[in-house]
């Protein structure tokens, strides 16, 4: 059964403590797999495409990378405002299956 | 640029009763999805248009449910006769291709 999952649920970090966030997949045929960021209230908003094994992504204080296995997003020095749910979301086929998300706080 | 819209936003019904989700997307978008997020689990594929034409629609719970794409622009999602269960956020995201989406704010609907 193809199936995302991410770790952790939820992370707090201090301003400028960097650290990553993991996503897991097991799906067959990956064509894609994709981040979001998520504010309370709001629709996910898309960050980034990662299409195969060793492709890597950058915006601001955000990089992703992908292996045969898991995706990670690392958050360089964060700022308060970087404070949202990521999500991963991989397109198996033509369906596309989320994760749960990661809550992410920043403390300034 | 407009982006995805929705309406309503929130919507409160009673069980049995008939409520209408409206998704406009953003203008010479072909792909138009519908997710829903059910209140602590992931979001959930619903189905997928491509112009006026349903593309995918397994991830539709039940016949309860039924999606429309009117000439290939606006969608509708109808819910008919609304259940518990089916409380949940709403989301529709619209893309220029499939593996690019960009989603609406999302409706909150709540069945009593």
């Known amino acids: 059964e193809d199936q995302v999952t991410q770790s952790p649920e939820a992370l707090r970090l201090q301003e400028g403590e960097s650290s990553s966030l993991n996503c897991s997949y097991t799906v067959s045929g990956l064509r894609g797999l994709f981040w979001y960021r998520q504010d309370p209230g709001k629709g996910p908003e898309f960050l980034f495409t990662l299409y195969s094994a060793g492709e890597e992504k950058e915006k601001e204080r955000l990089k992703a990378t992908l292996t045969k296995k898991e995706s990670f997003l690392h958050i360089t020095a964060p700022k308060p405002e970087d404070s949202a749910t990521y999500l991963c979301a991989v397109q198996a086929n033509l369906r596309i299956i989320f994760g749960k998300g990661t809550r992410l706080h920043i403390l300034p | 640029e407009a982006g995805v819209t929705q309406f309503p936003s929130h919507s409160v019904i009673e069980k049995g009763q008939t409520v209408t989700l409206r998704c406009d997307p953003i203008s010479g978008h072909d792909n138009l999805y519908w997710y829903r997020r059910v209140m602590g689990k992931e979001i959930k594929f619903l189905l997928h248009f491509v112009k006026e034409s349903k593309q995918d629609e397994s991830g539709m719970p039940n016949n309860r449910f039924l999606a429309e794409r009117t000439g290939g622009t606006y969608s509708t999602l109808k819910v008919q006769p609304a259940e518990l269960e089916d409380s949940g956020v709403y989301f529709c995201?619209?893309?220029?291709?499939?593996?690019?989406?960009?989603f609406g704010q999302g409706t909150r609907l709540t069945v009593v």
């Open positions: 995201a619209s893309g220029p291709t499939f593996t690019e989406a960009f």
